[in-house]
């Protein structure tokens, strides 16, 4: 599987929108995009997923770029509950494989 | 979403005595879970990979003697860490899809072992 390359940490204001980056520059053309979040002392949660589309949900947006080897992970209004790490994953589709997490990203959502 | 549970959420134990972990896929079947382990700070690092009816399938460096996994039916996995030292207190959280359908992971609570 490909390998991401994630900020360490990030903070954003409470109510704004938090866009967390992705660099996934060996992606391969079966390769999707995941992002989850931990939040502390709790298992990860899914958030979205995508191919080549840009992807929506009612927790976040995901906006991959062109050419596939970056993308953003958007959440248009953060919360305090939406302190966490953030991993970004790209995998092909296996219902076999698992999941490779890298250190991912900590938020720090800001009052 | 699909949901997995384990338990327990969180245990303390003696240095030397067993711990079983289960995990248990809700509303779906799942031929196959995986089992992480993740240390204070650390990111989630893949133990093994549970199959339905058969054998584990172990990472390199994890010892399958003492983690022993059992996958009896499609909706339980187990984690027993046996003869548990300090060293193997962390958070464990398993894992599983729904289908081949579907494309996402489901992560259970994550159980947090304390070995004393």
């Known amino acids: 599987d490909a390998k991401t390359t994630q900020p360490t940490s990030m903070d954003c204001a409470e109510g704004r929108a938090a866009n967390l980056p992705c660099n996934h520059s060996t992606i391969s053309g079966n390769e999707y995009v995941y992002w989850y979040r931990q939040i502390h002392s709790q298992g990860p949660q899914y958030i979205i997923h995508?191919?080549?589309n840009n992807e929506t949900n009612e927790m976040a947006s995901l906006i991959i770029t062109e050419d596939r080897k970056s993308s953003t992970l958007i959440l248009p209004h953060a919360t305090l509950r939406d302190t966490a790490v953030y991993y970004c994953?790209?995998?092909?589709?296996?219902?076999?494989?698992?999941?490779?997490f890298g250190p991912g990203t900590r938020l720090s959502v800001l009052p | 979403g699909a949901v997995v549970s384990q338990h327990p959420s969180w245990v303390i134990c003696k240095s030397g005595t067993s711990v079983k972990i289960e995990c248990r896929s809700l509303d779906f079947q799942a031929t196959t879970m995986f089992w992480y382990r993740q240390f204070p700070k650390q990111s989630l690092m893949l133990m093994a990979t549970?199959?339905?009816?058969?054998?584990?399938?172990?990472e390199q460096g994890v010892e399958k003697d003492k983690f022993l996994i059992n996958h009896a039916s499609l909706t339980l996995s187990t984690l027993t860490v046996t003869s548990a030292h300090p060293e193997d207190s962390s958070f464990y959280i398993c894992s599983a899809r729904t289908g081949a359908v579907s494309r996402e992971l489901f992560f259970g609570e994550g159980s947090r072992l304390t070995v004393l």
């Open positions: 995508g191919l080549k």
């Open positions: 994953i790209v995998r092909v589709d296996n219902y076999g494989q698992n999941f490779v």
């Open positions: 549970s199959n339905e009816g058969s054998k584990a399938t172990y």
